[in-house]
């Protein structure tokens, strides 16, 4: 069975730090790229981050460029994301994805790519 499972968000403060966490299990991970994803309330969903099937680099939307970062730890199937200098724009519910295609940056955006989700985590940013 193939799971997502994210965790790691909560309540926190502007300028605060949240450091999400997504375990994936049922499928060769490391065989993936996995992004991030966020939905606001009443809004559509939106791409956050990328990051490729071997790891390395990082590819963020340009509202979290330079405050979020992505890792991923191929020996636990789980994917980071760090989220530094938080924002009330923040707030949404962060969901984790998984493709099997290696995406350009111009599909990183494209929900249809993506084989599997997770459930997941709210995030609110509020003092």
């Known amino acids: 069975e193939v799971q997502l499972q994210a965790s790691g968000g909560g309540l926190v403060e502007p300028g605060g730090s949240l450091r999400l966490s997504c375990v994936a299990s049922?499928?060769?991970?490391?065989?993936?790229?996995m992004s991030w994803f966020r939905q606001a309330p009443g809004k559509g969903p939106e791409w956050v981050s990328s990051?490729?099937?071997?790891?390395?680099?990082?590819i963020y939307a340009e509202s979290a460029r330079g405050r979020f970062s992505i890792t991923v730890d191929n020996a636990k199937n789980t994917v980071h994301l760090q989220m530094n200098n938080l924002k009330p724009e923040d707030t949404a519910v962060y969901y984790c994805?998984?493709?099997?295609?290696?995406?350009?940056?111009?599909?990183?955006?494209?929900?249809?790519?993506?084989?599997?989700w997770g459930q997941g985590t709210q995030v609110t940013v509020s003092s």
């Open positions: 994805a998984a493709s099997s295609l290696r995406l350009p940056f111009g599909l990183m955006a494209d929900r249809s790519r993506y084989d599997y």
């Open positions: 049922g499928f060769a991970f490391a065989d993936y790229t």
């Open positions: 990051i490729g099937k071997s790891g390395g680099a990082g």
